[in-house]
Each structure stands twice: as structure tokens, then as C-alpha cells.
């Protein structure tokens, strides 16, 4: 029970480009993880972001693919999950949700809430996941903080209540008031390390000293203010996904980072019960269960390898015992499991609930599947969307056929995008959410495999899974679509349509076939 409360697993999600790597890097220089944090863009620091391994996430400076991290903060051991902001990659962000036990978004204070933070919300809500939220840039102009609150309120449907709170803004940014604590700590503003910070009596003179009395006026004013509209912070609404704190500052300047760290071990949940098909699993149950949210190949450029991503829902996980793996019905041990610092990876021994873990994967491993002691259990809740770009891959160079085999083998796998192979002339063809993860496609083929592979256009408007208890007319429909029809990487059938009309007209008329957009069914 000790190793499962002191655990605390999430994710940091937001919009592209509002800083969550920025504020990744943070914790981790206060978890005494890296010494110098790598600024994002600067060019004359050598040093990227340490969660953005990948050398496509260098040259572009966005995150392409979830990265874990693990560190020790007082007594506490934390798991964070970076994900891509870029809605091209949201799929790899949504399964990360189903991994993790509370969230904290981050929000720009110039921008306000965008586009895919509103989503994100929305996949938190299904879940009612726990929400903190990090205001961020303050170090640049913005809006007022009480019209972001009010922003908040509407946009993503939540109560929100201040923990911190920012002594002006932009060139003018001071620092950050501790409501949680009752104290106000100044930081030197410092990119890279972390720098000794100085704790200051609200009610005291010294608070003058610090800011200025203009400052201090309006920070006992905005005190009062806050306490007469919002409700005081109750933890259990936190904690049912009914109520969101609120923290102000900047990541790039360490300004705020150490107050939301500090009370977010305190508030944050513990790993929490699963829901499986069978039954609803508890972190304390005895027997080892967990499932497989995601795979990456080649890690390490120098081994070929693929790692599937595990996350410990209960008991404990040791080295070299056997554990079962439901779908293929067999069992297999793991010699050395390991656990991340993005791209740096160490060999352990045991895992508690709420830990992930990596496990070498050989090809046994696809997303979704679910490792126990023995016991069939199935974890739902990872889905594949149906794709909305679609492109046929085709070989440029005819000596590396077999890179390129591997290769698409290796990223469907991953759920980078999906594949499907056309029955009608055997092309294959690539599915996904967005256009830029094409552009990674080709790059990380010819950068990790060596294999060149140029696009073709395809003009399709959907995929859909097709399946039916009438075995005739599912034979007819495939016999009349014979042009249309693929198979995925699991062999099932998938009815290409070429427009909304096309596919309308198909429901109408093949009445006993069921179409589904999602390939989790």
C-alpha cells in the first residue's frame, strides 16, 4: 500500500506550442533529473528538449510522440507522460489518456483556451479525470487573469479555483503568490537552473520591499476578490473531476513551476481501480495485472528494437516471472523490463501499480493487449480512429523492398497511422488523422530503416469495418465493391468509400451490414 499511495501517474496535454515540454523539462530539473534544461528553440544551446529524442522533434522543435519520464520528488515517485500537442497526433494523446490518473493542462495566457484543449477536456470528461491547469507565458503580455478564469469556466465546463496568483504580467512579471501555502516566493528568473527563492509574510511590510506598493495593494485586493466569488478549494470535487485548480507562470522562467509541483504531490490521486470487461481491477489486488497503451520502435537507433509501453494496474511486476498474455494465449517472461528518462532507459526489478514500464517486444505486442497471472481479463478504452487522409506508399528504391516491409511493419504497429492493404490490385495504403504525420512516415522510413518510399495520391473519403451475421450478403457486398475492399494489419475487411454518398447509399442498401468508424468493436 505504501509504493501504490506514493505513486503519482499523468499527463501533461495541451494545445501546440502552450509549453508542455517547457514545463516537463521543469519538473525535472526540480526532481534533480537533468542539471541544465535544453531550451526548445535556442540554437545557441546545443541542447534539445530532453523528452524530444526523435531527430525529427529536434529540427522541428514540436513533440511527435508521447515520451515517459520517471523521477523521485520528496518521498514521492512521479510518473509524467509529454504528449504531442499537434492534433495531427492526437490518437497517440487520447491513448495516453486511458494510461494515466490525473491531468494537468496547460493553457497559453495570450491565446486562452484553443481548439484541442477543448477536445482534450472532452476525453477527460468521459473519464472524469482529475484536471489541474497551468496558465503559462506570463512572462509575455496576455489577457487579465479574472477574464481567463471566466474563460476557463465556459470553454471547458469546469469550476475552477486560483492556487496561485501572478504580481503583474509581461515585462512587469514579478512572481507568483502562493494561495495553497499562504506565502510568496520570488525566484530569480533563471531558463536553466534552479535558483534559491525567498518567502515573504503577505501581511508584512517586507511585501513592499519585494514588489512595490502599487503591487502589493493590488495582491491583497485580488486576494480578497478571489475569496469572495470562488469557493474555497475542496479536494474531493477535485478529485470526481468536478473541479479544476488554477495555477499562474511561466515554465521558460521557473516562475509557479515549484508551487503547482509541490501542491500537485499532495492533491494529486494515487493510482486509481481500472475498468476491465470482466471486472472493475484495484491497484491493491495481489495479482499482477496491466495493459500495453503504446508502442515505439527503435529507441535506440542502434538496436532495431520495438518497446511496448505497459502500464501496472495492480499487484507487482517482477523480472523474469511469467506473465500471461491474453490475446495470444501464452505465456512470457521478461529479462530486462526498463523504465525511461525519455530515451535513456535502465533495467528493474519490480514495478507497482501506476508505474510504466517498458518491455522489449518482438513482435508479440499490439495496443490494447492486456498481460496478467494468469487470469483473462481484457482492458477496454484504446481506440483507432477511422483515418481521414489516405495516400498508396510506393517503393522508390526496388533493393531496400524488404527495409521498407519492415519498416511500415514497425510504425503501423505503433499506431502511427494505419494500413491497409487494396484485395482488388494488392497497393498498400496508408490512412491517417492528419497531413504531417505522413511527413514523419517518409523521414523516420529513410532515416531509421533506410528505406526512400515516395506518396501517390488516393481519393477517399472514409474507412469503415464492415462485419455481419448474414454471410451472403456480406459476400455480395464485397463482390460488387470488389475495387473498394482492403484488409487491415489484423486481416479484417474495410470498405474504402469514395464519398459520403457512395458510403450513405451503401447503408441503404446492405441493411444486414454493420459499418464502424472506430476498430475497436
Known amino acids: 500500500?505504501?509504493?501504490?499511495?506514493?505513486?503519482?501517474?499523468?499527463?501533461?496535454?495541451?494545445?501546440?506550442?502552450?509549453?508542455?515540454?517547457?514545463?516537463?523539462?521543469?519538473?525535472?530539473?526540480?526532481?534533480?533529473?537533468?542539471?541544465?534544461?535544453?531550451?526548445?528553440?535556442?540554437?545557441?544551446?546545443r541542447k534539445t528538449a530532453t523528452s524530444d529524442w526523435m531527430d525529427i522533434e529536434k529540427q522541428r522543435g514540436i513533440s511527435v510522440?508521447?515520451?515517459?519520464?520517471?523521477?523521485?520528488?520528496?518521498?514521492?515517485?512521479?510518473?509524467?507522460?509529454?504528449?504531442?500537442?499537434?492534433?495531427?497526433?492526437?490518437?497517440?494523446?487520447?491513448?495516453?489518456?486511458?494510461?494515466?490518473?490525473?491531468?494537468?493542462?496547460?493553457?497559453?495566457?495570450?491565446?486562452?483556451v484553443e481548439l484541442q484543449t477543448?477536445?482534450?477536456?472532452?476525453?477527460?470528461?468521459?473519464?472524469?479525470?482529475?484536471?489541474?491547469?497551468?496558465?503559462?507565458?506570463?512572462?509575455?503580455?496576455?489577457n487579465d487573469p479574472f477574464d481567463l478564469l471566466d474563460e476557463l469556466e465556459d470553454e471547458l465546463q469546469i469550476h475552477v479555483r486560483p492556487l496561485s496568483w501572478p504580481i503583474e504580467k509581461g515585462a512587469r512579471f514579478k512572481g507568483v503568490y502562493n494561495i495553497y501555502e499562504q506565502q510568496l516566493n520570488l525566484f530569480t528568473p533563471n531558463k536553466q537552473m534552479v535558483t534559491e527563492r525567498v518567502t515573504v509574510d503577505i501581511n508584512s511590510t517586507d511585501l513592499e520591499a519585494h514588489?512595490?506598493?502599487?503591487?502589493?495593494?493590488?495582491?491583497?485586493?485580488?486576494?480578497?476578490?478571489?475569496?469572495?466569488?470562488?469557493?474555497?478549494?475542496?479536494?474531493?470535487?477535485?478529485?470526481?473531476?468536478?473541479?479544476?485548480?488554477?495555477?499562474?507562470?511561466?515554465?521558460?522562467?521557473?516562475?509557479?513551476?515549484?508551487?503547482?509541483?509541490?501542491?500537485?504531490?499532495?492533491?494529486?490521486?494515487?493510482?486509481?481501480?481500472?475498468?476491465?470487461?470482466?471486472?472493475t481491477v484495484d491497484p491493491e489486488d495481489d495479482r499482477f495485472t496491466g495493459f500495453i497503451f503504446k508502442i515505439t520502435a527503435n529507441i535506440d537507433p542502434n538496436h532495431r528494437s520495438c518497446i511496448a509501453?505497459?502500464?501496472?494496474?495492480?499487484?507487482?511486476?517482477?523480472?523474469?516471472?511469467p506473465y500471461y498474455h491474453v490475446r495470444l494465449d501464452k505465456t512470457l517472461r521478461f529479462s530486462s523490463p526498463t523504465q525511461f528518462?525519455?530515451?535513456?532507459?535502465?533495467?528493474?526489478?519490480?514495478?507497482?501499480?501506476?508505474?510504466?514500464?517498458?518491455?522489449?517486444?518482438?513482435?508479440?505486442?499490439?495496443?490494447?493487449?492486456?498481460?496478467?497471472?494468469?487470469?483473462?481479463?481484457?482492458?477496454?478504452?484504446?481506440?483507432?480512429?477511422?483515418?481521414?487522409?489516405?495516400?498508396?506508399?510506393?517503393?522508390?528504391?526496388?533493393?531496400?523492398?524488404?527495409?521498407?516491409?519492415?519498416?511500415?511493419?514497425?510504425?503501423?504497429?505503433?499506431?502511427?497511422?494505419?494500413l491497409f492493404v487494396n484485395q482488388f490490385n494488392g497497393r498498400k495504403l496508408i490512412g491517417t488523422v492528419g497531413q504531417l504525420q505522413f511527413e514523419v512516415i517518409q523521414y523516420r522510413l529513410e532515416h531509421e530503416y533506410g528505406a526512400t518510399c515516395h506518396w501517390e495520391p488516393a481519393n477517399l473519403y472514409k474507412a469503415c469495418w464492415i462485419e455481419s451475421d448474414d454471410a451472403q450478403e456480406l459476400e455480395s457486398f464485397k463482390k460488387r465493391k470488389y475495387q473498394f475492399m482492403a484488409t487491415d494489419k489484423d486481416g479484417r475487411d474495410v470498405f474504402l468509400a469514395d464519398s459520403n454518398y457512395v458510403l450513405q447509399m451503401a447503408q441503404i442498401d446492405f441493411k444486414h451490414i454493420k459499418f464502424h468508424f472506430t476498430s475497436e468493436f
Not at 509541490?262 to 471486472?279: G, L
Request: glycine share 8%.
Open 1 to 45: 500500500m505504501e509504493e501504490i499511495e506514493r505513486r503519482r501517474t499523468f499527463a501533461i496535454v495541451s494545445h501546440p506550442d502552450a509549453g508542455k515540454t517547457t514545463l516537463t523539462e521543469k519538473f525535472l530539473l526540480f526532481g534533480g533529473q537533468i542539471q541544465v534544461a535544453g531550451a526548445v528553440k535556442s540554437n545557441k544551446i
Open 65 to 112: 510522440t508521447t515520451s515517459v519520464m520517471e523521477f523521485d520528488y520528496e518521498g514521492y515517485k512521479i510518473n509524467i507522460l509529454d504528449t504531442p500537442g499537434h492534433q495531427d497526433f492526437a490518437e497517440d494523446t487520447f491513448r495516453t489518456l486511458t494510461a494515466v490518473d490525473s491531468v494537468i493542462i496547460v493553457i497559453d495566457s495570450a491565446k486562452g
Open 118 to 142: 477543448r477536445r482534450l477536456m472532452e476525453v477527460c470528461r468521459m473519464r472524469n479525470t482529475p484536471v489541474i491547469v497551468f496558465v503559462n507565458k506570463l512572462d509575455r503580455e496576455g
Open 211 to 279: 514588489v512595490g506598493e502599487a503591487n502589493a495593494a493590488k495582491l491583497r485586493q485580488d486576494l480578497e476578490l478571489i475569496d469572495g466569488v470562488y469557493e474555497p478549494f475542496d479536494h474531493q470535487a477535485y478529485l470526481d473531476g468536478q473541479l479544476a485548480p488554477v495555477f499562474f507562470g511561466s515554465a521558460l522562467n521557473n516562475f509557479g513551476v515549484q508551487e503547482l509541483l509541490n501542491c500537485f504531490v499532495k492533491i494529486a490521486p494515487s493510482p486509481r481501480p481500472t475498468q476491465a470487461v470482466e471486472r
Open 309 to 321: 509501453f505497459c502500464k501496472v494496474c495492480s499487484g507487482r511486476f517482477q523480472r523474469n516471472e
Open 341 to 418: 528518462m525519455a530515451q535513456r532507459k535502465s533495467t528493474i526489478e519490480e514495478a507497482w501499480p501506476g508505474d510504466i514500464i517498458g518491455l522489449p517486444d518482438t513482435g508479440n505486442f499490439k495496443i490494447g493487449d492486456t498481460l496478467t497471472q494468469g487470469e483473462h481479463l481484457h482492458f477496454k478504452g484504446l481506440p483507432s480512429f477511422s483515418p481521414e487522409m489516405f495516400k498508396y506508399i510506393e517503393n522508390s528504391d526496388p533493393m531496400k523492398a524488404k527495409q521498407l516491409a519492415k519498416g511500415i511493419d514497425q510504425l503501423m504497429g505503433e499506431g502511427v497511422a494505419q
